[in-house]
């Protein structure tokens, strides 16, 4: 049984592994994200159907001086969203690889509000939650393939109906 008590699900997918545990390397490309929405409240309603272009791209900003050139271990990535190839709309996250293991603390800014996750490579999953004065999203993308991730996302905002989100992002390019 799993933690929680469920019995678990045997998948194939368990053993794949990101090619040199590098999550930057795998994230960059373009995807194309697939989501059902439900209302986050009984009946669970279907709100309706998206489909977004997401295009990551390695980021290199420049260092505040000379005396501090990025460590190592931190590497950036600029996530682009829209409903073309060209999107425009998006932020660049930072990626912080721990010392101790392969795990990968995450920060970026969104509407002016610092937002924090942190991708678990012993479960290859990511977590995204944006706190923002407004509204709260919590966004969990799996990794089950090289071209595939599952995405479920809670979102919940003072004005708007509560929903979850799932599907998945699909690899257009297939260039890792």
């Known amino acids: 049984q799993s933690t929680w008590g469920f019995s678990p699900m045997t998948a194939q997918t368990q053993s794949f592994a990101i090619p040199d545990a590098d999550i930057c390397k795998y ?8 989501l059902e929405w439900r209302r986050f409240e009984s009946p ?8 977004t272009v997401i295009v990551i791209q390695e980021h290199h900003p420049q260092p505040q001086t000379a005396a501090t050139p990025t460590p190592d271990n931190v590497r950036h990535l600029r996530w682009s969203f ?12 930072k990626f912080t690889k721990s010392l101790q293991n392969d795990d990968v603390m995450l920060e970026w800014e969104h509407e002016g ?9 012993n479960t290859r999953m990511m977590t995204l939650q944006f706190a923002l004065p407004e509204s709260t999203v919590i966004i969990t993308y799996r990794i089950v393939d090289m071209n595939t991730l599952a995405v479920c996302i809670v979102e ?20 890792m």
Request: with cysteine; proline share 4%.
């Open 27 to 34: 994230l960059c490309g373009t995807w194309k994200r697939n």
């Open 44 to 51: 669970f309603d279907h709100v309706h159907a998206s489909n």
């Open 82 to 93: 829209g409903s073309t190839l060209n999107p425009r709309k998006g932020y660049v996250m």
């Open 113 to 121: 509000t610092v937002c924090h996750g942190q991708y678990f490579w």
């Open 156 to 175: 919940n905002n003072r004005a708007l109906i509560p929903t979850i989100q799932y599907g998945c992002m699909s690899r257009t390019d297939e260039q």
